[in-house]
């Protein structure tokens, strides 16, 4: 599976470069700069920084190039999932939530409850979470930092 990375920390992208992984020093917010990288070839695009805001205009970027492409963006809040899907991510996923249900299915597997029970009850769980985040509307979240966004 080719992919490429782009990341703004000049050690990381060196350090990929040496793995030989294609890596690109550079912010993912720049419309330009993702038509270099290749956005108008990928089939998907990941984004897995922690400032919601770049996020937001990553997948808007992204989208104006490509109105089929697969992007999946990672999340701190329910809110801003809902604002990320609105704005043309594919998925969404809510780190922390799916944190916590991956140990909720561990626990309920340890306690005897059956691997396929164990995986209705996190899927039922999930849905829940995202249906109430859906009904209650969409908010800023407040994260910042960056991190890499790449596509595969």
Known sequence: MRYVVIDQDPRIVRGLRERKVPAFIGNAENPIFLLRAGVDRAHALIIAMPDALAARRIVEQARQHRKDLDILVRTHSLAEAATLNERGATEAVHGEMELALEMTRHTLHRFGVSSMEAVA????????????????????????????????
């Not at 999930?126 to 790449?150: I, N």
């Open 121 to 152: 009850t996190v899927n039922g769980l999930r849905e829940r979470a995202s249906r109430t985040a859906r009904e209650s509307g969409t908010g800023a979240a407040r994260e910042s930092g960056t991190d890499a966004a790449f596509w595969t």
